[in-house]
Nanobody, 119 residues
């Protein structure tokens, strides 16, 4: 009932920047959290950054000071501004929409967008 579409991924040199977008559509409940997760081959999926409808944010320690999550509630869109990118940031980035800070089975996910950082 909720669809999420990510965009903005690509290839960038170390130290560069990218901005990811996640557009939500469908039956969106207002009290929600939108978050960015990433998964590299052979690695566990990890939460990168999340933002509540009311504006509260949470970040992984590895991206604090480099990434900024924001949202435009009128557009039902979340953004992830990534700067000072490192090769370790290379992964598929997924957008999640749910009711809790921790992912669960009822949540909605996008298809993912590839981010590749070259050294």
């Amino acid at each position: 009932q909720v669809q999420l579409v990510e965009s903005g991924g690509g290839l960038v040199q170390a130290g560069g920047s990218l901005r990811l977008s996640c557009a939500a559509s469908g039956s969106i409940f207002s009290d929600n959290i939108m978050g960015w997760y990433r998964q590299a081959p052979g690695k566990q999926r990890e939460a990168v950054a999340q933002v509540h409808h009311g504006g509260f944010t949470a970040y992984a320690d590895s991206v604090k000071g480099r990434f900024t999550i924001s949202r435009d509630n009128a557009k039902n869109t979340a953004y992830l501004q990534m700067s000072s990118l490192k090769p370790e940031d290379t992964a598929i980035y997924y957008c999640r929409l749910g009711r809790m800070w921790t992912a669960r089975d009822a949540d909605y996910w996008g298809q993912g967008t590839q981010v590749t950082v070259s050294s």
